[in-house]
């Protein structure tokens, strides 16, 4: 099965810097790539996501980044604010007809400092 | 509002008394799955469906089932809790079509002692 590795576990940045989430994955026949914030007490929303026919998406101030040769993907987050503080979960899915199961990586505690 | 809701937000239990979590979704959507997140595992998807009458097991289906007997809801039921399934659990939604992202709800905080 697939397995998605995330790194690192916390990340700690000075509001205005940017901030980059790295992800692997194991299974190639993965085609689609989305991100989640958790903000405390919620659910994960999901915040941009990439299909494997696409290098790289952009959002306003969030971007996702795939390479698929080395089968890693990231998540960039420019002009940091506090409000980005939260739980960032990468999860790699097998688009099929019987749905796409999500496989998530371990997390991300992201914090933004003032 | 499009949602997705759990019922209870919190819950503690006693081993073995057996126990319903609540999903609900108002989307229409044909996917649904449940997850459980336990820290520094991430989620781990437990059980999903694909639509009425049609559900298959995730990662971690032990000593869990489910049913989808309406499209809207899909609970969740521990037939005999254990200490070990004290967790946080999320259900989410997603539609058929070329949106794969999923709708997640706000969690139940489940404590089995």
């Known amino acids: 099965g697939e397995n998605v590795e995330q790194h690192p576990s916390t990340l700690s940045v000075q509001e205005g810097d940017s901030a980059v989430i790295k992800c692997t994955y194991s299974?190639?026949?993965?085609?689609?790539f989305p991100w989640y914030k958790q903000e405390l007490g919620k659910g994960p929303q999901l915040i941009i996501d990439i299909r494997s026919n696409v290098g790289e998406k952009k959002d306003q101030r969030i971007a996702v980044t795939l390479n698929k040769t080395a089968k890693h993907f990231s998540l960039h987050i420019t002009e940091t604010q506090p409000e980005d503080s939260a739980v960032y979960f990468c999860a790699a899915s097998r688009i099929t007809g019987g749905g796409n199961k999500l496989t998530f990586g371990t997390g991300t505690q992201l914090k933004v400092e003032l | 509002e499009a949602q997705v809701t759990q019922n209870p937000r919190y819950l503690i239990t006693v081993t073995g008394k057996k126990l319903t979590v609540t999903c609900s979704q108002n989307?229409?959507?044909?996917?649904m799955s449940w997850y459980r997140q336990d820290p520094g595992l991430g989620l781990r998807q437990i059980y999903y469906s694909m639509n009425v009458e049609v559900t298959d097991k995730g990662d971690v289906p032990e000593g869990y089932k489910v049913s989808r007997k309406e499209k809207r809801n899909f609970p969740l039921i521990l037939e005999s809790p254990s200490p070990n399934q004290t967790s946080l659990y999320f259900c989410?939604?997603?539609?058929?079509?070329?949106?794969?992202?999923?709708?997640f709800g706000s969690g139940t905080r489940l404590t089995v002692v």
């Open positions: 299974d190639s026949a993965s085609n689609y």
């Open positions: 989307m229409n959507h044909e996917y």
């Open positions: 989410a939604s997603r539609g058929a079509g070329s949106n794969y992202g999923y709708t």
